[in-house]
T-cell receptor, first 112, second 112 residues
Framework: QKEVEQNSGPLSVPEGAIASLNCTYS??????FFWYRQYSGKSPELIMS????GDKEDGRFTAQLNKASQYVSLLIRDSQPSDSATYLC????????????FGSGTRLSIRP | NAGVTQTPKFQVLKTGQSMTLQCAQD?????MYWYRQDPGMGLRLIYY???????DKGEVPNGYNVSRLNKREFSLRLESAAPSQTSVYFC???????????FGQGTRLTVV
């Protein structure tokens, strides 16, 4: 079992709709959770970080964390064509707190 | 404000050759990381350094060595390159054992 799992997609969403991206992780005592966006040929850039159970909102983006279910998600409201990218979920553990493990990424396509 | 700088940006090696990828950060971060990214595989952790003077294996360390030269610099060495090491390599750094990682621009390595 991979430490961090995501559906690879592609996920196709119409412009203006809500895109929902999901991620599960295996280390029950993980402490920090991140969502990165990566455009083709570019470096990953941080969108959201979340550390506590519940929702965290930043503009059109909402991260949701459920530690009991070992599940973290990212919602993108009012999706725009510029949101088309690969979204990477990353998890920082507790036992080896410096290690950051990434999922394989979900490719999101926003269709006009 | 350069952030994380990787050199070189592109490299072609012949099988069996050696080379060192260089990474430097100017954010006074404690932790540094090397990842590789292959199509559909997300980012896989090769080695990381929690702090100056320490290094640890990640998910895919075989065929690589690292050196944390000082707080700013973290190098990745391929002693005898193999075609399976053809990939995009990213260096990253983070301030603390909770915070997010910031990425360099990547090195595209081809081994023929």
């Amino acid at each position: 079992q991979k430490e961090v799992e995501q559906n690879s997609g592609p996920l196709s969403v119409p412009e203006g709709a809500i895109a929902s991206l999901n991620c599960t992780y295996s280390d029950r005592v993980s402490q920090s959770f991140f969502w990165y966006r990566q455009y083709s040929g570019k470096s990953p850039e941080l969108i959201m970080s979340i550390y506590s159970n519940g929702d965290k909102e930043d503009g059109r983006f909402t991260a949701q964390l459920n530690k009991a279910s070992q599940y973290v998600s990212l919602l993108i409201r009012d999706s725009q064509p510029s949101d088309s990218a690969t979204y990477l979920c990353a998890v920082r553990g507790y036992s080896s707190a410096s290690k950051i493990i990434f999922g394989s990424g979900t490719r999101l396509s926003i269709r006009p | 404000n350069a952030g994380v700088t990787q050199t070189p940006k592109f490299q072609v090696l012949k099988t069996g050759q050696s080379m060192t990828l260089q990474c430097a950060q100017d954010m006074n971060h404690n932790s540094m990381y090397w990842y590789r990214q292959d199509p559909g595989m997300g980012l896989r952790l090769i080695y990381y350094s929690a702090s100056e003077g320490t290094t640890d294996k990640g998910e895919v360390p075989n065929g690589y060595n690292v050196s944390r030269l000082n707080k700013r610099e973290f190098s990745l060495r391929l002693e005898s390159a193999a075609p399976s090491q053809t990939s995009v390599y990213f260096c990253a750094s983070s301030e603390s054992v909770q915070g997010e990682a910031f990425f360099g621009q990547g090195t595209r390595l081809t081994v023929v």
